[in-house]
């Protein structure tokens, strides 16, 4: 419940509210001008008084909770039987109610007994017909200098901001602070006139200061409804504002990394097929952002198979060729080992290019060579100037601070990914980063998905026998490698029985594997000697098996949309038709259920971020967030999550309809 209004009176006061405004340091507020940017969650409506009668239960509906006004007409005794308890009577004049609070913990028994017969109480409860009678039980008592207002409530935080704190900065900051709280906002939006703001938030309000007094001092509840809506549409302006202001960096000469067209064709040359069109317009894209003053900041998106790989590996090696550091951040060994033989299969055995893991015990920076690697990176480049291409491939799997470790300010940066983060797909939609989009696929193939339940169990092994009996490969990826209290759901344990059925045909790998054995297991299941792979995620992201036609993922609602579309992707990487499962033994939530089902209805990366976007929410989208999904916050409003509708509806810049 509210405090008290002792507070508010202890509040004002007090010299210069100091010990107010320390409360708030553990929710980020430190300065007066921040504690009426604190959105308040709802209101406590103490203006409408009821009279007894308007809140008979009618047709024996009882009514919510009421405020009443009544003076004591017996004084509160104490019963003892059948349980502890405090009965009085009062009236309103018109009518009589006996009063009845049990005595529990938290209960103030001497206030109660205070009351003498003609002190008017006001209070708030449920007014019922007991046996005839009418009777509150359990009332709370409510302060008289509250009776008349609505009050704000405010958010409150176990070992962060305690019940009322909020409340007594805001009616501290609305009389000394509020000139000083509204410069502060209009020039959070860098250089917007407080019209404007007012407009682009889509408001009809003549003024900032009438949207916080109608939320922190409402005169009715919808007024304050109507000023939260306010403060609401403000503060997903300042996100959107905010995400535009990334891409508006200052010039950074040192990022400039001029290259000629010459060199990109003479790398294209090398390459045993044509690019598409999607691969030459990225890579052109990706040239001219790199010749740019400004560090480049873009996402390379296309499904698995439309050939991301190759515009990466161009431009390393256009800017390895002029003498810069390229650094390729991938989440695996496997992946790193990959692209490097790739690499050189593609340009050359005498590439300079590199694999870094955890594994690497000498690093040779003097020839520049590309590095390619996992997080190993960080720790081994720590010192170093920072590269001047910076690429991180599949992005879900890096954390924000673990990518800022390795890039810099004048760093060029590059994500590839099938299925943009949410974070990533707000950055794009709101133009803080630019994005080339790789639809066209070297090979046309069809992949159909099909989530299946436990009862339709003997589907997924007829469907198996069929793609075996095809001469095609198949998958099975199990959420935990190895957990003896859920054996079944292992890969180690699936993987002996898929053998019993199948022997000799069964390979398996997991993330804990030694890398020797990681890469016996891969190599044997690409060479096709083996035909039904258990594994774990190890294979969502860059391992090619070329037969593969069918992929069955247990415990599908474990995985993320954008790890499973992953998944997808390796189905019939040579083209034809292919088969993607989402297995649930159990029963999920209806809300899992409509995340994955999101699989089936869209086949295309982008289209399935943004849709997944829609559901997660988009996370923060200042510089340096770290919370990479979920609702979006401000940098500038506290109190307060965005849906990703709020963050859409605020890039519509025309006032709502008179």
């Not at 209004?5 to 202890?10: F, M, Q």
């Not at 992953?566 to 019939?572: D, E």
Request: net charge neutral; aromatic share 4%; glycine share 6%.
């Amino acid at each position: 419940m509210q405090p008290p209004p002792d507070n508010e009176r202890n509040a004002v006061e007090q010299a210069n509210g100091q010990p107010l405004l320390d409360r708030l340091k553990r929710l980020g507020v430190t300065a007066w001008r921040e504690p009426l940017l604190c959105l308040p969650k709802l209101f406590q409506d103490y203006s409408s008084i009821s009279t007894l009668k308007q809140a008979l239960p009618q047709n024996d509906v009882v009514a919510g909770p009421k405020l009443f006004t009544l003076l004591v007409s017996e004084k509160a005794v104490v019963l003892s039987q059948p349980k502890k308890r405090l009965v009085m009577t009062a009236t309103d004049g018109m009518l009589s109610v006996k009063i009845v609070i049990f005595v529990v913990l938290g209960v103030d028994v001497p206030t109660w007994k205070a009351f003498e017969e003609g002190d008017k109480i006001h209070l708030r409860g449920v007014l019922q017909n007991w046996n005839g009678k009418l009777q509150i039980t359990g009332p709370t008592l409510i302060d008289p200098q509250l009776v008349g207002k609505v009050i704000p409530i405010y958010e409150k935080r176990r070992s962060v901001v305690a019940d009322g704190a909020i409340y007594d900065a805001t009616r501290y900051a609305l009389e000394h602070h509020l000139k000083e709280t509204i410069d502060y906002l209009v020039e959070s939006y860098h250089g917007l006139p407080e019209a404007d703001i007012l407009r682009r938030a889509r408001l009809k309000a003549p003024s900032v200061e009438v949207i916080l007094r109608a939320a922190h001092q409402p005169t009715s509840e919808d007024e304050g409804m109507r000023g939260i809506a306010g403060m609401r549409r403000l503060a997903a302006l300042s996100v959107v504002e905010n995400a535009r202001r990334l891409k508006q960096r200052d010039p950074v000469p040192e990022s400039v990394v001029s290259i000629p067209d010459t060199l990109i064709q003479q790398l294209t040359e090398k390459l045993p097929y044509p690019l598409t069109g999607d691969q030459r317009r990225s890579i052109g894209e990706i040239v001219a952002d790199m010749a740019s003053p400004l560090p480049m900041r873009r996402v390379l998106s296309g499904d698995v198979g439309s050939g991301k790989t190759l515009p990466i590996m161009i431009a390393a090696l256009a800017t390895q060729h002029l003498g810069h550091r390229a650094v390729i951040l991938t989440p695996n060994g496997l992946l790193a080992d990959q692209f490097v033989k790739e690499c050189k299969a593609l340009f050359g055995e005498d590439s300079l290019v590199i694999s870094v893991t955890s594994g690497t015990k000498k690093l040779d920076l003097a020839s520049n060579p590309i590095l390619v690697g996992t997080t190993a990176l960080l720790s081994r480049l720590k010192g170093e100037s920072p590269p001047a291409l910076f690429c991180v491939d599949e992005e879900q799997k890096m954390s924000v601070s673990q990518k800022i470790e390795l890039t810099g300010f004048a760093s060029n940066y590059l994500q590839a990914t099938a299925t943009p983060i949410p974070r990533t797909t707000a950055l794009i939609t709101h133009g803080a980063m630019d994005v080339s989009v790789l639809k066209e696929m070297p090979v046309v193939k069809n992949i159909t998905t099909h989530i299946v339940t436990a009862g339709e169990r003997k589907r997924l092994f007829d469907h198996t026998r069929k793609v075996l009996a095809s001469g095609g490969q198949i998958a099975i990826v199990y959420p935990i490698v190895n957990d003896d209290e859920q054996e079944k759901k292992s890969v180690v344990a699936a993987a002996v029985e898929w053998e019993k059925q199948f022997p000799g045909l069964v390979g398996m790998v997991h993330g804990q594997m030694k890398e020797a054995e990681k890469v016996a297991a891969v190599n044997g299941l690409k060479s096709g000697n083996q035909k039904i792979a258990v594994v774990s995620s190890v294979i969502e992201i860059g391992l090619t098996l070329p037969s593969l036609r069918s992929l069955i993922v247990v415990h599908a609602e474990r995985y993320g949309t954008s790890t499973l579309h992953q998944l997808r992707g390796r189905v019939a990487r040579l083209g034809g038709n292919g088969y993607f499962f989402l297995f649930l033994p159990e029963t999920v939530a209806p809300e899992t259920m409509q995340r994955l089902q999101l699989l089936v209805d869209h086949s295309d990366g982008f289209t399935l971020s943004e849709k997944d976007a829609e559901l997660r929410g988009y996370g923060d989208l200042f510089e340096d967030a770290e919370r990479q999904s979920g609702n979006s916050r401000s940098t500038i409003f506290r109190c307060v999550d965005l849906t990703p509708s709020e963050i859409h509806a605020a890039t519509i810049h025309e006032a709502l309809p008179s």
